[in-house]
């Protein structure tokens, strides 16, 4: 069987011959192919193997026993970094190693968990995970604008799924499947907030304490309206489709 050290040589002199670069980019038009997102995710690797091998000094060599195999763990790191829509900050990188380090292992991370641990999480923007997310959505489905949200990304999701579906559910299977779905729905806004849009398609802001009186009370009032009207006919709507059924069945009693 080749010895590891033969099989790093062999795996750099095919990088070689492919002129694949430590940051590699990817596809014209995708997340990586920009040189200045290039130079930021080396950047960020660089940062991030100085300090790992500073805190497992004893165990770094035995782990990646050539500078070869160092470079081989780079690359890895920095390809998935360039299919993330958004990068860590320095900030949040350093939080993700105190969070490795806190564990107490004398070994450093594989390189695959080290990329889990890297890529940016909902807590990093001050939102919350997903699971903390659905269980505060189905805890206050029933009255969606009498609740003060921890994010605006959580009551959107809510909304997207259906707050009348959310109140409604009980059994173990019907609440699974809306985890789902909210699952789905918060991950797509959480990706677009992360990558620096809008909490809500119409460009509402997300946090609460960034909205004027007047745009909460609207905000407000449309989320209640929609959840009557969802709890009236049974399906999900909007807080303008909302007003529009309401409206409507006073027309046909009248």
């Keep these: 069987m080749p010895a590891a050290k033969d099989l790093t040589k062999s795996a750099l002199t095919k990088i070689k011959s492919q002129q694949c670069s430590p940051t590699p980019t990817t596809q ?15 950047e960020l690797v ?11 000094p004893r ?26 829509s958004v990068l860590p900050t320095q900030q949040s990188l350093d939080a993700a190693l105190e969070r490795i380090k806190g564990e107490g292992s004398e070994w450093p991370p594989s390189v695959a968990r080290l990329i889990a641990s890297l890529k940016p999480q909902p ?8 699971e903390l997310a659905f269980d505060e959505a189905i805890k206050h489905a029933q009255n969606p604008a009498g609740h003060r949200w921890t994010h605006g990304a959580v009551r959107e999701a809510g909304r997207a ?7 409604a559910a009980t059994s173990e299977s019907r609440i699974r499947a809306l985890r789902g779905t909210f699952g789905k729905q918060y991950r797509a806004i959480v990706n677009r907030v992360m990558a620096g849009g809008s909490v809500e398609a119409r460009g509402l802001v997300g946090h609460d304490g960034q909205l004027t009186a007047a745009q909460r009370a609207e905000r407000d009032g449309l ?16 807080g303008e489709q909302g ?8 027309r046909g009693g009248s």
């Excluded at 997340?31 to 200045?36: A, D, E, I, L, V």
């Excluded at 807590?123 to 997903?130: I, K, Q, T, W, Y």
């Excluded at 259906?162 to 109140?167: E, K, N, P, S």
């Excluded at 989320?223 to 009207?229: P, S």
């Design 46 to 56: 660089n940062r991030a193997f100085t300090r790992l091998e500073a805190i497992y």
């Design 223 to 238: 989320e209640q309206v929609a959840a009557q009207a969802e709890e009236q006919f049974g399906r999900r709507m909007s």
């Design 123 to 130: 807590e990093d923007f001050g939102m919350p995970s997903v």
């Design 59 to 84: 165990t770094w060599r035995s782990a990646f026993s050539t500078p070869d195999m160092v470079k081989l763990a780079k690359r890895e790191v920095g390809i998935s970094m360039t299919k993330w």
């Design 28 to 42: 014209a038009g995708s997340k990586g192919s920009s040189p200045t997102r290039n130079q930021e995710i080396w």
């Design 161 to 167: 799924t259906g707050w009348f579906d959310l109140a």
């Design 243 to 250: 007003i529009a059924m309401l409206k409507g069945m006073l």
